[in-house]
């Protein structure tokens, strides 16, 4: 085990002191199956898909039911047998008009009630014979079973083995630096050969001599456990301890931190041969190549200001107030739903109860966490210069939101607002209590909008 002490990503902070991860850190994962799932057209790097089903369609457990509509999206499947209760359009977490279809099962193992699930297959309690895929085969079958990054944006997880680009390493992204969350270190302890399996189907398809799995310091029992599993296998697989800072999770940063290599503006990790995927992804890559089952469960944290917090693997499509309620309900008076950690988690809008939550498990959502809601008020910025000083991506924050606020977007453009990572740092180390991560994002969207609006001008 190494621990990685020479080479430090840019600004970061450190942004908990560990116990709000101790909440749900101890707690095994508990399955759960219910009855009805809503499940998402718009899973992945904020594009849809199109339904492929129709109201009364009989569905079976990883049946297509969703296609790409454009650029990057994934495939999705049922993630229960059933049949098609309803295909509605209604508003997500980012309050976008998105198609869910609703599936009601029709088979006795789904219903109310959890339990433990016993591992049976090969590849859960060894390193399981690989050489039959080929690197086609494998990337063939990440498009084909909906395989996205579990711990960001979403990105479909072939696009980045169709690289032409000489690929160096794999990085396994299993820092899980988003305080309260705990889902991927709970995976990491409870299902350390799935990952390590899909780890070398991953250095198989990208043509890679090694992958570095990436954990936080805070994260040593999992180090321990992984490399426990790796003693005498003599794969290309290291075991890597980054100090706990945030966010050391984000993809470039990640790189930095481990390679001492700086992703350039406008280019992509694969451009420096690196990939880097999410640990809960290499699971799930573990699911598709040995079992044939695509992406349609997914590991989530259940967290805050709840009575039980626990970590759950839930069919995608998964009702939140089912979790909350499994979970023991609210403990706040005030409560406010985040969907994923508190840094880049979206907040849900609801009238206050359980029962007014809406929402469902996408393929993305590594938590749900409540928190007491509180009235925060912004000041005028006192030009301190801590977002600077801390900004991963080397940016000056308080200059684009001065910018944004003016609607001053083409000084947002020559202030490199597209490079923002969204981690929420800036807005997190205010002493104003400015909204910069919110306003830096929006400066960003506006940027994006601006060059795709010059592109149509010069096409004519």
């Known amino acids: 085990m190494k621990y990685s002490s020479g080479n430090n990503f840019h600004g970061g902070i450190h942004c908990s002191d560990g116990t709000d991860k101790e909440l749900s850190s101890k707690e095994p994962i508990l399955f759960y199956n219910p009855r009805t799932v809503e499940i998402s057209m718009r899973q992945s790097a904020g594009s849809n898909c199109q339904a492929v089903v129709n109201i009364g369609d009989r569905v079976v457990k990883g049946q297509l039911i969703g296609t790409p509509a454009r650029f990057g999206a994934a495939n999705i499947h049922a993630s229960i047998s059933g049949k098609v209760q309803d295909i509605v359009t209604a508003k997500d977490p980012q309050d976008n008009d998105t198609t869910y279809v609703v599936i009601e099962a029709d088979t006795p193992e789904n219903g109310m009630e959890i339990e433990r699930i016993q591992n049976t297959d090969d590849y859960h309690k060894g390193f399981a014979d690989i050489s039959s895929f080929s690197r086609e085969e494998i990337i063939a079958s990440m498009k084909e079973g909906g395989l996205i990054g579990m711990g960001g944006a979403g990105f479909p997880t072939h696009i980045k083995y169709e690289t032409t680009n000489k690929i160096d390493c794999v990085l396994i992204n299993a820092a899980e630096c988003e305080p309260y969350l705990t889902c991927d270190h709970r995976l990491m302890l409870e299902y350390g050969y ?69 992703v350039p503006t406008g280019k992509l990790p694969a451009d420096v041969g690196v990939i880097v995927n999410n640990v809960g992804t290499a699971k799930a890559l573990a699911d598709v190549m040995f079992t044939q089952t695509p992406l349609i469960s997914r590991c989530i944290t259940v967290t805050g200001k709840v009575r039980k917090p626990l970590n759950f693997f ?6 939140f107030t089912e979790l909350i309620e499994l979970a023991g309900g609210f403990t706040a008076v ?127």
């Open 194 to 262: 799935d990952i390590l399996n899909g780890i070398r189907l991953f250095i198989k398809a990208s043509g890679a001599e090694k992958a570095i799995l990436c954990l936080e310091d805070n994260k040593r029992d999992a180090a321990k456990h992984l490399n426990s599993l790796l003693f005498q296998s003599e794969l290309p697989i290291e075991v890597k301890l980054l100090r706990t800072r945030y966010p050391q999770g984000g993809e470039r940063q990640l790189i930095e931190a481990v390679t001492g290599q700086e």
């Open 314 to 319: 839930v069919p995608i499509g998964t009702r």
């Open 334 to 460: 005030y409560s406010r739903v985040i969907v994923g950690g508190p840094m880049t988690g979206t907040g849900i809008l609801f009238g206050g109860g359980v029962s007014d939550l809406e929402g469902s498990v996408t393929k993305t959502s590594s938590g749900l966490l409540v928190l007491e809601d509180q009235a925060i008020t912004e000041t005028p910025c006192i030009r301190c210069g801590q977002c600077e000083r801390i900004c991963p991506a080397g940016l000056a924050p308080f200059k684009i939101d001065f910018a944004c606020i003016n609607e001053d977007y083409t000084l947002c453009e020559k202030l490199y607002a597209t490079e923002c990572i969204s981690c929420g740092s800036c807005s997190y180390v205010c002493p104003a209590k400015r909204e910069l991560a919110h306003r830096t994002t929006r400066a960003k969207i506006e940027v994006l909008k601006l060059r795709m609006e010059r592109r149509k001008k010069q096409n004519g």
